[in-house]
């Protein structure tokens, strides 16, 4: 069973910076790929940025160019940076472990899912908060 933990979320000005930690247990990472979403009151949770084994990335369009998603397999923890942080970044953010199956699309190759429903494992999440 796969478990995750995440850290780092804290309350920033605007232009700040924060770099969220999860932790992963019983995580294989030759068949999975790894996640990071955040949800905000009245809104769907949404996929803000994905990695697999391979560091092939994939981001939503309002984060590219200020966040990077990272990892160190040697201690199963994934990280994502954020930078120049917005009001609009403000959100519960979770990591997500994702188990590739024969049947899954050929594409998550070189692109990993940000869909919500492609992924099986789920932290407890962290607050980012954005206010100045």
């Known amino acids: 069973q796969v478990h995750l933990v995440e850290s780092g979320g804290d309350s920033v000005q605007p232009g700040g910076s924060l770099r969220l930690s999860c932790t992963a247990s019983?995580?294989?990472?030759?068949?999975?790929?790894m996640g990071w979403f955040r949800q905000s009151p009245g809104k769907e949770r949404e996929g803000v940025a994905s990695?697999?084994?391979?560091?092939?990335?994939n981001y939503i369009d309002s984060v590219k160019g200020r966040f990077t998603v990272s990892q160190d397999m040697s201690k199963d923890t994934f990280f994502l940076e954020m930078n120049n942080l917005q009001p609009d970044d403000t959100a519960m953010y979770y990591c997500?472990?994702?188990?590739?199956?024969?049947?899954?699309?050929?594409?998550?190759?070189?692109?990993?899912?940000?869909?919500?429903?492609?992924?099986?494992?789920w932290g407890q999440g962290t607050q980012v908060t954005v206010s100045s």
């Open positions: 990695l697999n084994a391979d560091d092939r990335t």
């Open positions: 997500a472990a994702g188990i590739r199956a024969p049947s899954s699309p050929l594409r998550w190759l070189l692109v990993p899912p940000l869909g919500v429903d492609d992924y099986q494992h």
């Open positions: 019983g995580y294989t990472h030759s068949n999975s790929y």
